[in-house]
């Protein structure tokens, strides 16, 4: 089973970023997804989550800009990043979860490597 990432980079703040996640074998409707990020010396932080029934929830540094959504038939997802910020600088990685519900603490069923977001002028 695997997941991974795509579509890190350098970008200038206020600039924005598409993330891709695939996810092999995973019928992505019997689980919840996440994106996470950590940045150097930073605790890993849950950035945006999809629940199996549509409902999203984000952290309140990237709510009116970031959106997460999927694919169902491509068993894809994305992170949509819009006026990014230096701050959002970080490894964002993927992650399937068990947890059907976003509001249920995240329990990881399988995750990517991730992908670097440099934010800078």
Do not use: H
Not at 13 to 22: D, K
Not at 41 to 59: I, Q
């Amino acid at each position: 089973l695997q997941v991974a990432e795509s579509g890190g980079g350098l970008v200038q703040p206020g600039g924005s970023l598409r993330l891709s996640c695939a996810a092999a074998e995973f019928n992505l409707d019997y689980y919840s997804i996440g994106w996470f990020r950590q940045a150097p010396g930073k605790e890993r932080e849950g950035v945006a989550c999809l629940s199996n029934s549509g409902s999203t929830n984000y952290a309140d540094s990237v709510k009116g800009r970031f959106t997460i959504s999927k694919n169902n038939a491509e068993n894809t997802w994305y992170l949509q990043m819009n006026s990014l910020k230096p701050d959002d600088a970080a490894l964002y990685y993927c992650a399937v979860q068990y947890n059907l519900r976003c509001e249920e603490l995240p329990v990881i069923a399988a995750r990517g490597q991730g992908t670097q977001v440099t934010v800078s002028a």
